[in-house]
């Protein structure tokens, strides 16, 4: 997609949560060109949700295989998706032109679709302990509780489904409710109510959280009774805080252009449609009762409908001719669907399926030079695993030769090292099996070493090369994170245009004692020359603003 031609779209839809893909979907099976973009993960809040029982006609399911399914089925009828920031765009022209790290894009019409993120509500410790006791995934976190007891915060559907699934791990759970009651239905209440695990306080606040590097302490008061009490962890241990207390639009960009209520979601009539003709909007980002995957499905079906009609008057009022899209089209998606870390329980299915292989091919394809794998393995199960990994990958194409190396002295293993083709160390690392939402991370990694890669401003690329000091970066995940795909790809793109650092990623069911040497009790952690320890996702504007100020 290198012409301006190509880059025009009948519409596009930024962001890839169940409305923006149920929009993609709609619009795409009325034939129009139909162009997603998405800056993380498909599938939005509910790709990180383990159980899903309340979607009508499916009695059970994941939220990653649901949100998989609905990008199939979008892709199938020719949407085509591009995983990108968008930094600016212009909405107010006849046509919409839409600013990405990978180009300009322009449409008749615009759906936004781009969610909301989870709250913090600002009691005493909270971004001190962020990460080290305090999270807001439990899908990304729970494990780093086992055994342990956690608080949830909140009173609605996210607080009650996320403190069932903490139970897995969890000693304990007490769900602190601000009201007298939950915000959600009495039947899942009574499921709450049943479990032996679980503890309901309401009417009840957090205070003060707090610690000795780790979690020790909580302060909380009954806000009828004014009665305050104290939990301690027991000696030498600690303790969690989860937050689920609603979710803030991530409408900041839209300010002043999109009509947007106090609280900034984008407030729209009964067809989706903003204040502005052409742009339209649905989901979470909007004004409305119920957050939930089917009303999400809904929003996009009609904004999908509804502006529709709005790009064939202009095809009509500007004499164009319009040319469907070829139904079961095959999308020219720049980065494949990730594969499920789970696929190695079963050595039948594989780690990497038929349609990600084919997704694969083109962007093997654009390679310009070859690169190099030194894959540094021992006989445990970790490299085992990794070592299965390659053995599937490695047909796939030519161009990126694999060496397996025996377990050496001073590597972390296993340890997967990229290098270019003048067999220069490229400074980027893979500790971990490159499965669930790294996948992705993985490819790009290769992509951006062997070129064209991802574009960046030139702004941005001088940033990055202007760094002198030696910088040592190592990002922890888990692969079931959906922020941490965001700070590994950043951390990467550093090391390929900087020679002074080096980006290691590591997974941290294969490197336990991680944990423990950096206090780490949530994912993404970034470890800067293994003293400067932060937590959660960062943009490459961010990492670059951290190690400017923060090593010497």
Known sequence: MNSSKNNFYDIIIIGG??????????????????????????????????????????????????????????????????????????????????????????????????????????????????GRGVGYCATCDGEFFTGLDIFVIGGGFAAAEEALFLTTYAKSVKILVRKDKFRCADSVVEHLSKNEKIEIYYNTELLEAGGDGMLSFAKIKNNKTGETWEYNAEKGSTFG?????????????????????????VITDINQKTNIDGVYAGGDVCIKPLRQ???????????????????SEQYDRLNLERTPIEVAKQSS??????????????????FISDDIKRDLAPIFEKFESNITIKAYLDNGKPSEDVRNFLNEFKPLTNKINIEVIKETEGEYIPSMKFYNSSGEYTGVSFNALPGGHEFNSFILALYNAAGPGQPLESAVIEQIKSIEKKVNIKVIISLECTMCPDLVVASHRLALLNKNIEAQTFDVYYFPSFRDKYKIMSVPCLVLNDEIVEFGKKTIPELISIINEKIV
Do not use: C, W
Request: aromatic content about 10%.
């Open 293 to 311: 995957v089917v009303t999400a499905v809904s929003d996009g079906a009609i904004a999908a409908t509804s502006l529709e009609k709005y790009v």
């Open 17 to 130: 949560g169940p409305s923006g893909l149920t929009a993609a979907l709609y619009a795409a099976r009325a034939r129009y060109k139909v162009l997603l973009i998405e800056k993380g993960n498909f599938g939005g809040q509910i790709s990180i949700t383990s159980d899903v029982v309340n979607y009508p006609g499916i009695i059970q399911t994941s939220g990653s295989e649901l949100s998989n399914t609905m990008r199939k089925q979008a892709e199938n009828f020719g949407a085509e998706f591009l995983t990108s920031n968008v930094h600016s765009f212009d909405l107010t022209s006849e046509t919409k032109t839409i600013k990405t790290d990978k180009g300009d894009y322009t449409a008749f019409g615009v759906i936004i679709a781009t969610g909301a993120n989870p709250k913090t509500i600002g009691f005493k410790g909270e971004s001190e302990f962020r």
């Open 333 to 350: 998606n720049d980065t494949p669907t990730t594969i499920n870390h789970s696929s190695k329980d079963d050595e039948s299915q594989g």
């Open 241 to 265: 805080i989860f937050v689920f207390a609603g979710y803030d639009p991530a409408t900041e960009m839209f300010k002043g252009i999109i009509d947007l209520n106090e609280q900034g979601y």
